[in-house]
């Protein structure tokens, strides 16, 4: 994500960034990738393989759960998820090219996951990029707690 992370920015076409992704890879972008890319971006939040598979087999196409799999992998590498790590077992994924940085609040006693706003990380990752020479991409922050016993 560019310096002003207040504001999401898509830099280039989601779809473009995917493409040429796949073509770096050796890969054809097909119905099944393109409906994957879609069902991803209309989740807000948190979301993971099996709520994808499950909303595209609704759209009608059949798609195996390798090809998902595959997919979300291929969308994580191209910079457009981010896998959340909740404990060993369970990951998740987020949509981060284009949005706003989304910091997660992790209860491990419940394993829910509370998306939290910091806005304060901003200007400190900035910071941290420009003491570096670097650009700014975005960022993950993620506490983890339990509630008050």
Same mark, same amino acid.
């Given at each position: 994500?560019?310096?002003?992370?207040?504001?999401?920015?898509?830099?280039?076409?989601?779809?473009?960034?995917?493409?040429?992704?796949?073509?770096?890879?050796?890969?054809?972008?097909?119905?099944?990738?393109?409906?994957?890319? +879609?069902?991803?971006?209309?989740?807000?939040? #948190?979301?993971?393989? %099996? @709520? *994808?598979?499950? $909303? &595209?087999?609704?759209?009608?196409?059949?798609?195996?759960?390798?090809?998902?799999?595959?997919?979300?992998?291929?969308?994580?590498?191209?910079?457009?998820?981010?896998?959340?790590?909740?404990?060993?077992?369970?990951?998740?994924?987020?949509?981060?090219?284009?949005? +706003?940085?989304?910091?997660?609040?992790?209860? #491990?006693?419940?394993? %829910? @996951? *509370?998306?939290? $706003? &910091?806005?304060?990380?901003?200007?400190?990752?900035?910071?941290?990029?420009?003491?570096?020479?670097?650009?700014?991409?975005?960022?993950?922050?993620?506490?983890?707690?339990?509630?008050?016993?």
């Amino acid at each position: 994500m560019p310096p002003d992370a207040g504001e999401p920015s898509i830099i280039e076409p989601l779809c473009a960034v995917f493409r040429r992704k796949l073509r770096a890879e050796g890969l054809k972008y097909t119905p099944e990738r393109a409906q994957v890319l +879609a069902t991803v971006l209309e989740f807000e939040g #948190l979301f993971d393989a %099996e @709520a *994808i598979t499950a $909303s &595209v087999r609704t759209s009608g196409l059949r798609v195996s759960k390798a090809t998902v799999y595959r997919t979300v992998r291929l969308l994580q590498d191209a910079g457009v998820i981010q896998r959340v790590m909740l404990d060993r077992e369970q990951a998740l994924y987020q949509v981060v090219y284009g949005r +706003a940085p989304s910091d997660l609040l992790i209860l #491990l006693d419940t394993g %829910e @996951a *509370i998306q939290i $706003s &910091v806005p304060e990380l901003a200007a400190i990752r900035d910071a941290v990029c420009a003491r570096h020479g670097v650009l700014p991409q975005g960022h993950r922050f993620q506490v983890f707690a339990t509630r008050n016993a």
